[in-house]
Nanobody, 125 residues
Framework: QVLLVESGGGLVQAGGSLRLSCAASGRTFSRCIMGWFRQAPGKEREFVAA????????YTADSVKGRFTISRDNAKNTVYLQMNSLEPEDTAVYYC??????????????????WGQGTQVTVSS
């Protein structure tokens, strides 16, 4: 069992930055692949980024590459999403997810086992 709680969302102007955090409970955290997804109103949930057991192993969607960075701190059971140069198109609810199989990076929400409740990010133009 993994419990995930996101924080750090809010309202920011275009060009600004936010850092999302996802605090995880459970002793299996360090063995999980952790991912961030987002879902805008009326759209499907979209993969943003994933990180392996170490922050040195990451996979980022082309739509945010160069602007968003995923990382993790296993000592704190926390995964982060640093978001820079935010655009109005980044407005969405952002979700943290855990993949317990942890064999490779996956983009489909169906492949993740646990989810947080989400945190709203709104970027104004």
């Amino acid at each position: 069992q993994v419990l995930l709680v996101e924080s750090g969302g809010g309202l920011v102007q275009a060009g600004g930055s936010l850092r999302l955090s996802c605090a995880a409970s459970g002793r299996t955290f360090s063995r999980c692949i952790m991912g961030w997804f987002r879902q805008a109103p009326g759209k499907e949930r979209e993969f943003v980024a994933a990180v392996g057991w170490s922050s040195g192993f990451t996979y980022t969607a082309d739509s945010v590459k160069g602007r968003f960075t995923i990382s993790r701190d296993n000592a704190k059971n926390t995964v982060y999403l640093q978001m820079n140069s935010l655009e109005p198109e980044d407005t969405a609810v952002y979700y943290c997810a855990a993949d317990l199989t942890a064999r490779d990076f996956k983009r489909s929400p169906r492949d993740y086992d646990y989810w947080g409740q989400g945190t709203q990010v709104t970027v104004s133009s």
